[in-house]
């Protein structure tokens, strides 16, 4: 499981869980999420976070994700994530796959949206597409991005 750390909001709940790693960070990756690993134990920012195996926290997200449906009257998910194309769907949906939940997975999630794409079209004269950059520029509000519950609370107020 490449994925370190998981997150989703609907509204006002929200879901976070950091992943034990099976192997090294590589330093590019760390110093992108500020997540290590000694081999036990995972640090975001040096400090010592509670992490748990990957199937874990892929079947308490899919249980996130069924308590959401049944907010919203059993309708199906859609997930967007910004750059979701490139990084986030793939890398979920072959996780999924890895761990033997991804029937699972499409029985609940219908869609994805990547909105890197979504915002481009709508805003092509912008410099920049980095979520963050967003956020300032709509919002003027400034986050730690690659934080996965900030980028997902700060990317449902720019949609």
């Known amino acids: ?3 370190l750390e998981i997150a989703a909001v609907y509204m006002n709940l929200s879901f976070k ?3 034990l790693p099976r192997k090294a960070i590589s330093p590019s990756a760390s110093a992108l999420n500020n997540l290590t690993f000694d081999g036990q ?6 400090k010592q976070v ?24 059993n309708s ?8 979701g194309d490139h990084f986030d ?5 072959r996780t999924f796959r890895e ?9 609940i999630v219908y869609g994805c949206l990547d909105s890197l794409l979504f915002l481009r079209e709508l805003y092509p004269k912008l410099l920049s597409h980095k979520q963050e950059d967003l956020v300032k520029n709509f ?9 996965a519950l900030d980028d997902a609370k700060f990317l449902q107020r720019l949609l």
């Open 1 to 3: 499981c490449e994925i």
């Open 17 to 19: 869980r950091y992943i």
């Open 41 to 46: 134990y995972l640090y975001y920012k040096t």
């Open 50 to 73: 509670d992490a748990i195996p990957c199937v874990q926290a892929l079947k308490e997200f899919l249980v996130f994700l069924h308590q959401v449906s049944k907010i919203m009257n």
């Open 76 to 83: 199906y998910i859609f997930l967007a994530a910004h750059n």
């Open 89 to 93: 769907f793939k890398h979920l949906f």
């Open 99 to 107: 761990v033997n939940l991804i029937d699972a997975a499409l029985a």
């Open 139 to 147: 919002l003027g509000l400034e986050y730690t991005a690659h934080n």
